[in-house]
Structures are given as C-alpha cells and as structure tokens.
C-alpha cells in the first residue's frame, strides 16, 4: 500500500504508571485497516506515545507504505520529530532513534500535532488497552463485520449538546459498530444535538414533555416514532426525561450513567450531581455504567463498567472529562454486544455469552 494515514496516542495512568501506546492505519480511501496497542506496566505519558508511534511504524514498513501522514496530540513528540526540541530525556532516546530509523525507509512522511478530539480512535483504544492489561490487535478482516452481527437501527434520544451520539457515529463510521441512527428524539428544541444530527443528515423529532397533559401521552408519542422508524435499540445519550417504556422495548432501551451503579443512581443524580456525590464521598475510582432501562431510575441490568481514577485535585470539570473518556469507550462496547447477540438477562443480570 502507497498511501497510509497514521493516528497515534499514548497514555500513562500514574505517569508514569500502567500505560499503552496505540495506533489507527487508514488507506487512500479513508478507510481503517490496521489498529493495535502496546501495553506497558509502567511508563510515562511520553514513552507511551512513542511506542504508539513505533508499533505504527513498524507496521507501515512491513505493509511497504511509501508516503504516510501521521497525525498525534504529543505536541512534544511531534516537534521532537521535527527536529524543532531535542530530546534530553535518556528513556526517549532509544525510542526516538527506532522511530527515525523506521521514517528513513518510509519515501515521504508528514507528522503533524492535532488536538486530543481529533484522536478520539487512538486515544479510546490506549484506554482500552490499559483496562485489558494486554496488546490488542485489530487487522481489516478481524475489524469486519462478524457474520452472526445483526446491522441494528438506533433511535436515540438526547436533550443537550449531543456528544454521545457524535462518539456513537464516529464508531459507525469508522466500521466499528454495524449500525445507524436511523431517527434522533430530543426533550429540547434548542439542543445543541438537534443541530449536529441534523448536520449528519439524521431524521429528528422534539417530543417535549410539557406538551402532553401526563407522562402516558409523552411516552405515547415516544413509541410511536420509535415504532415508525423500525427500531432495534433505543439509545439514551444525554436523555433527561424519565418516560415509561413500553412493553415492547423491554431490554432494548440502553441508558450510560456517569459513575458505577449502583453507587451513585437515582433521581436527580445526574451530570455534575455524580460526581459532585463522588468527590464528597471521597472516592478513589469512578467511572461509567451501561444499563439496561427500566421504569425505575437507574435500576435496569448492568451491561457494561468501566473505571477511571479520581485525583486528589479534581474537581466536578476534571472528574466528567475523564468519565467521558470511558463512557466512549462502554457504550459502543455495549452496543456492539447487543448488536452480536450475545447479551441475555437472568434475574435482573445480564449474561454476556
């Protein structure tokens, strides 16, 4: 292959402490054949990026790749590479010098700093490297869509700013989950998500909760544009309305809570209130919940946890972008796990096969 798109990232918990460096191989079409992650017992943020940057590397080589751009948010790395910083610290030397010896068998390279939101890929596969504790490696036919995978359609349901829905079509996008949102139902007309789904060419509908005499009406309308779109899962992404769901929709309504349930759940205990909650409590981790909806606050089976630390200076802010980080990694994870059937439920737990 010719032409090869790069994205790398790397990650330390402890910096330095349990880490992993990974990376995302795109072709001339955009289109993702390659993704891995090295993990390391313990290493600093800086040697996790540069054994991101290598692994691809090394990968790029052997594929006989002769022009490459590679794109990572290690402003340091990158400018190292450059040329414009040295690099003064003794553990990046070796590995500064098997990346430069890697480019010089590579005809033409391009290596550019883009913020982390432009890394979502990468960075999502560091953190999953480091729950799993293990390399991860992901070749185009294991990326592909599993013959016994079902492609689903997605009606979501959000009241703000929609990133949630933006992580779960990037995943689409990127052939990593064999689905669509197939209709958004937002509580507000002014979300910031209306427009964003409306921007990926999505139908959308507002069911507002104050314009129905009781919440059966609500619910009514809700089902009913469920029904007509032909749903095979309801994803909640950032939904702020409780509504009852119909007997149909058992066990295929799907909501994410920003800490691990059941600690932390129930009415009001949303948004900042988590992990305002969290950080009285003195928590040492948190992280996010999967669930299954049912009538009841945050008391549906439990599909997917996943944890991240809670620091000793963090605030509500510091606390949700990290959580967020997570929530990105659990919802797709669980979406997919619906999608290949392999979720069941015995005595309010689900069985993952």
Same mark, same amino acid.
């Given at each position: ?7 790398? !990232? ?7 402490? @349990? ?5 995302? +191989? ?20 800086? +040697? ?38 040295? &690099?003064?610290? #003794?553990?990046?030397? #070796? ?5 430069? $010896? ?8 391009? +290596? ?7 890394? #979502?890929?990468? !960075? ?46 990037? @995943? ?7 689905? #669509? ?34 919440? $059966? ?13 032909? &749903?095979?899962?309801?994803? @909640? ?20 809570? =920003? ?27 948190? %992280? ?23 620091? $000793? ?12 980080? @997570?929530?990105?990694?659990?919802? =797709? ?7 290949? %059937?392999?979720?069941?439920?015995? !005595? ?6």
């Amino acid at each position: 292959m010719r032409n090869l798109t790069i994205y790398t !990232d790397g990650g330390s918990r402890g910096n330095p402490g @349990q880490a992993a460096g990974a990376f995302v +191989i795109l072709d001339e079409n955009n289109k993702q054949i390659y993704a891995g992650a090295k993990f390391l017992t313990e290493a600093t943020n800086n +040697i996790a990026e540069y054994t991101g940057l290598v692994a691809a590397l090394k990968k790029a080589v052997s594929l006989k790749a002769e022009n490459i751009k590679i794109f990572s948010d290690s402003e340091l790395m990158v400018k190292q590479l450059k040329g414009e910083y040295k &690099v003064k610290n #003794e553990g990046l030397r #070796e590995l500064f010098s098997d990346a430069n $010896e890697l480019l010089e068998k590579i005809k033409n390279w391009k +290596i550019t700093h883009v913020r982390r939101e432009k890394n #979502e890929i990468a !960075d999502t596969l560091v953190n999953r490297c480091i729950d799993a504790r293990r390399d991860i490696e992901q070749n185009a036919a294991s990326s592909g869509s599993n013959k016994k995978t079902k492609h689903i359609k997605i009606g979501l349901l959000l009241s703000g700013g929609g990133r949630t829905m933006t992580n779960i079509l990037d @995943q689409i996008k990127r052939n990593n989950l064999e689905a #669509e949102i197939s209709v958004v139902i937002s509580s507000r007309s002014d979300a910031a998500g209306v427009d964003k789904a409306k921007a990926a060419g999505i139908p959308v509908e507002i069911i507002r909760k104050k314009d129905y005499p009781d919440i $059966e009406g609500f619910s009514g309308q809700i089902k009913k544009i469920l029904v007509a779109a032909k &749903v095979d899962l309801v994803v @909640q992404a950032g939904w702020l309305c409780l509504w009852n769901i119909p007997a149909e929709f058992e066990n295929k309504v799907m909501n994410i809570h =920003p800490a691990l349930l059941p600690a932390f759940g129930g009415q009001g205990m949303w948004g900042h209130h988590v992990h305002e909650a969290v950080l009285k409590a003195g928590c040492k981790i948190s %992280g996010c919940t999967v669930h299954f909806c049912t009538n009841e606050y945050d008391k549906g089976p439990i599909i997917v946890q996943k944890t991240c630390p809670v620091l $000793e200076n963090d605030d509500p802010d510091t606390l949700a972008a990290r959580v967020f980080q @997570q929530e990105c990694i659990a919802y =797709p994870e669980a979406i997919k796990l619906f999608s290949q %059937g392999k979720i069941s439920i015995r !005595d309010n737990k689900t069985i993952i096969k």
